[in-house]
């Protein structure tokens, strides 16, 4: 019995690392954006019946931080940006930090506090990094 017990957990702690090992390479392959400002990109389409819930949590965030770049993109219309995040159901949510790069990936419905709590992490990341502050005044953003 023991052994089984033991078995079951190792499976399952394989499991988890190798979800944690393949969501992170799924992020590294993701092109970055350009730099400056953090970026929150909302994938969405008028066939996903889910995506109108979604949109109200986008701009309830959008009201709240009006130092992000908010992109509202219909994955129908250009497929070619949603390849190239890597978009594969809908609704999704790509949060960006100020160097460009994905820093958080959400598939399905996200709410308003999550994308809140993922954008105080870039935020926070960016006025803790003296290099992302450099770009940030190029690009015209005080800290």
Same mark, same amino acid.
């Given at each position: 019995?023991?052994?089984? $017990?033991?078995?079951?957990?190792?499976?399952?702690?394989?499991? =988890?690392?190798?979800? !944690?090992?393949?969501?992170? $390479?799924?992020?590294?392959?993701?092109?970055?954006? !350009? %730099?400056?400002?953090?970026?929150?990109?909302? +994938?969405?389409?008028?066939?996903? %019946?889910?995506?109108?819930?979604?949109?109200?949590?986008?701009?309830?965030?959008?009201? &709240?931080?009006?130092?992000?770049?908010? @992109?509202?993109?219909? %994955?129908?219309?250009?497929? @070619?940006? !949603?390849?190239?995040?890597?978009? +594969?159901?809908? *609704?999704?949510? =790509?949060?960006?930090?100020?160097?460009?790069?994905?820093?958080?990936?959400?598939?399905?419905?996200?709410?308003?506090?999550?994308? #809140?709590? &993922?954008? !105080?992490?870039?935020?926070?990341?960016?006025?803790?990094? *003296?290099?992302? #502050?450099?770009? #940030?005044?190029? +690009?015209?953003?005080?800290?």
């Amino acid at each position: 019995m023991l052994e089984r $017990l033991t078995l079951v957990l190792v499976l399952a702690a394989a499991g =988890v690392a190798a979800y !944690a090992l393949l969501r992170q $390479l799924h992020m590294r392959r993701m092109q970055s954006t !350009a %730099a400056g400002r953090p970026a929150l990109l909302y +994938f969405r389409s008028d066939t996903c %019946a889910v995506c109108p819930a979604q949109g109200r949590y986008v701009d309830e965030v959008a009201a &709240q931080w009006s130092d992000v770049t908010i @992109e509202r993109i219909d %994955a129908t219309r250009d497929p @070619e940006t !949603a390849a190239r995040y890597r978009v +594969f159901s809908l *609704p999704t949510t =790509v949060l960006v930090d100020g160097r460009g790069q994905v820093r958080h990936v959400n598939y399905g419905l996200t709410d308003a506090h999550k994308l #809140g709590r &993922q954008l !105080a992490q870039l935020v926070d990341s960016e006025e803790n990094d *003296p290099q992302i #502050g450099q770009i #940030g005044q190029i +690009f015209g953003r005080s800290n």
